[in-house]
C-alpha cells in the first residue's frame, strides 16, 4: 500500500490542527506530529508512540490502512489481538464482516477505502478503550483525516461516533442520519461490526442502509 505522496514543504492545516489538539491535551510530544506533512511522515511518528499507558502492552502501533486520498474513511474502536499480531486494523471476524457488507452494499474493496481507529494501540483483554487514552490518542486520528480529506466519514460504533461528533449521545440515537464533523465533512454513524455479530439481522439490515447512505453522499459529491 503506497502512503501519501505530498511533497509540499509547508505543514498543512492538518498537521497544525494536530499539533494544537496535542497542545491542547497537555502532550509533551505533540512536536512528533509535526515531523511532515504526510500521511506517512505522521505513521512513522506514531508506531513509536507512547502517549498513552496502552504503548506497554501493544505488540504494535496500528495506524491505519487504505488509501492515503481516500473519498471514504471508516473509524472503528481500537485493534484486538489478530490486529495487534498483523499491525492492521480489522483483519479478524469483524474485519471480515464490514468488508462484505462495504462489497455487498458500496462496490467497493479495501484499497480503495481508508480504515483507522480511535486508538491505535490494543487495549489489554479487548476491554473499552479509556477517556484518558482516547483523548492522548485524538491528535493522531485528527491528522489522518486532516490529511486523507475524506468526503465521508463512517464511524463504527459508540467510541469513533461520539468522539468525531462530541457528543454523549448513543450510536443508537447517532444512527439513521447524516452528521458534521468540525470541518464540515460528513459522518454517517453506524453499529460496530463485533455489535453486528452478536446483535443479528436487524443491526445488520440497519448497518446496510447506513451503508447505502454513505454511498449517496459519495455519488452526490
Ligand atoms: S493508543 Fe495512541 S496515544 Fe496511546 S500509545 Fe498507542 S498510539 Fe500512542
Redesign the pocket.
Known sequence: MSAAVDASPEPVAANRDAVASAAASGAADAAAITRGPTLEAVRDA?VD???????AG?TQ?VFGTGDPHAELMFVGEGPGAEEDRQGLPFVGRSGRLLDRLVAEEMGLTRDTFYIANV???RPPDNRDPRPE?IR??RP?LEAQIDLIEPTVIVTLGNFASKLLLDTTEGITKLRGSVHTYRDGRSVVPTFHPAAVLRGGGEAMAKMRADLVRAKQLIGAR
Do not use: N, Y
Not at 49 to 55: N, P
Open positions: 506514531a508512540c507512547t502517549r498513552c499507558g496502552l504503548a501493544r502501533v486508538v491505535k494501540c487514552e492522548s490518542c493522531w
